[in-house]
């Protein structure tokens, strides 16, 4: 890839797709690319200097990448495959592979630190980067992280890549068209194996089938880690294992004598097989997040770190953009946004949120994510987000699908065991904000609503 002067991505506002954009113009390569449409993301690449275009029109495309000897192009599988930019650029004899191939190369000769499951994947990705960055520490003098390619903006870094001195890199091991197959790690830690993209994997054995093909692809001697309890065939004979867990003390990693602070946030002791962390704080709130970190805990263990510096990390870890994103926290009025968009996510973010403010009353705001995911888990979606008060149903975000006959909010909606339950139209649902009584507001969900976010948070501070 080093031969190529250019690098065209197609559906480069993909949180995969930017970060390896960012990456390549680090690199010094000429970077540009399409994406259907414009958000925040990327208005942020354009201000960096990558050009992007909203129309699917070769016309757009800047002639400096039109030359199949100077160009690599890049897409998301995300894309259809009838794409008239993608159709024109494999006609035409240019280099064209998915994320995942490029992802792959890029780590080639890296000391491969991934994290792998259908959730919880991008906090512990993000807090192993940030804890790397700070606290990396071992006999071979890797002192001072690495890279990352991370799933979400990491508050603390403000990007979805780190770029960093020394070997190590963090990688978010997506398990979205088998993408994490691509990746051979040094050690690996798998969060869940829940059943999810049925589209691609059309049931939940051959979703696990291939995770237990990533953790074969772990390198001789590597370690891997994962979550107590959870079902993974494990194969691998020449790699050390290791669980985790949040407080199960028959895993080699939990954590002990975890008390919640007046604020939400969580002081707490790290078990690790040699010794024990002792007051540790994390910078952001919920017992999900206290399980995230002490998996993270568990990868620096493996490469090495210094036990004061990662302290001071856990303490100072400020979050993922729209993970568990707290944009108000009063007495009075919470407002707190997370990407939750499976039925498991969400009943750990209820829960944790119950346990930090119990007693209070709970409004969340869902909007679901593609059809093919609210036809086969809406008795699950149901099941969790009846553990609310009070319930709003936006229509269901397609992303990359056409609507299927009979799907829609509705199904959820009729499922949910609550009373204060409703359907409402995004156009309307400020309006109908702007009337209710709040005490803590959640928004959840992975398509657009993050758009509303700003407003909500403007619209409630008025309201205090």
């Known amino acids: 890839m080093t031969d190529f002067k250019n690098v065209y991505f197609i559906g480069i506002g993909g949180i995969g797709m930017s970060s390896l954009a960012r990456y390549f113009r680090e690199q010094g390569k000429k970077v540009a690319g399409y994406d259907r449409t414009e958000t925040a ?22 002639a400096a990448f039109l030359n199949p000897s100077d160009t ?12 008239s930019e993608l159709v024109y650029f494999r006609e035409h004899g ?6 995942s191939q490029i992802l792959g190369a890029v780590t080639e000769g890296k000391y491969v630190m991934a994290v792998a499951g259908t959730h919880g994947k991008t ?14 520490d071992d006999k071979n003098g890797e002192v001072g992280g690495g890279y990352a390619f991370l799933g979400g903006i990491s508050k603390n870094f403000d990007s979805n890549l780190v770029l960093g001195r020394g070997r190590r890199v963090a990688v978010e091991a997506d398990e979205f068209d088998r993408s994490f197959l691509r990746l051979y790690p040094d050690v690996a830690l798998v969060t869940s194996v829940d059943a999810d993209h049925l589209d691609i994997y059309k049931n939940h054995e051959s979703l696990k089938e291939s995770f237990s093909q990533f953790v074969s692809q772990i390198k001789k001697g590597g370690v891997l880690v994962y979550r107590k309890g959870i079902d993974l065939r494990i194969e691998n004979k020449e790699i050390k294992i290791y669980t985790y867990s949040l407080d199960d003390v ?22 690790c097989p040699d010794r024990v962390i002792e007051g540790c704080k994390l910078g952001i709130p919920g017992h999900i997040n206290v399980e995230n970190c002490v998996g993270a805990v568990s990868l620096l263990w493996v490469a090495g770190f210094d036990e004061e510096k990662l302290k001071e990390a856990i303490a100072s870890f400020s979050g993922v953009k729209r993970r568990f994103d707290f944009y108000i926290n009063t007495p009075s009025l919470v407002y707190m946004d997370d990407y939750a968009h499976h039925p498991r996510e969400l009943r750990a973010a209820i829960e944790s ?22 036809r086969d888990f809406a008795d699950g979606f149901a099941e ?3 553990l609310v008060d009070e319930l709003l149903l936006i229509p269901i975000y397609p992303a990359r699908e056409e609507p299927i006959e009979g799907v829609s909010s509705r199904m959820i909606l009729d499922k949910v065991a609550i009373p204060n339950k409703r359907l409402v139209p995004k156009t309307e649902l400020m309006g109908v904000l702007e009337k209710m009584d709040l005490d803590i507001l959640i928004t959840f969900g992975a398509g657009d609503i993050d758009a509303f976010c700003e407003p909500i ?5 008025q309201k205090r």
């Open 41 to 62: 993301l990327t208005r942020s690449l354009e201000r960096e200097g990558i050009p992007v275009h909203y129309e699917e029109d070769m016309q757009k495309v800047d």
């Open 72 to 83: 690599l192009v890049v897409f998301t599988p995300a894309v259809p495959a009838g794409h």
């Open 384 to 386: 969790s987000l009846s």
């Open 94 to 99: 240019f280099e064209v592979l998915k994320r």
């Open 123 to 136: 906090t512990t990705t993000t807090m192993t980067a940030w804890f790397n960055a700070l606290a990396a």
């Open 457 to 461: 948070y403007n619209l409630l501070k």
């Open 250 to 271: 028959a895993s080699d990693f939990h954590a002990v004598n975890l008390v919640c602070d007046e604020t939400g946030s969580y002081h707490f002791d790290i078990v």
């Open 353 to 374: 949120v119950r346990e930090m403010f119990p007693g209070r009353k709970v409004t969340a705001v869902f909007q679901p994510h593609l059809y093919t995911r609210t």
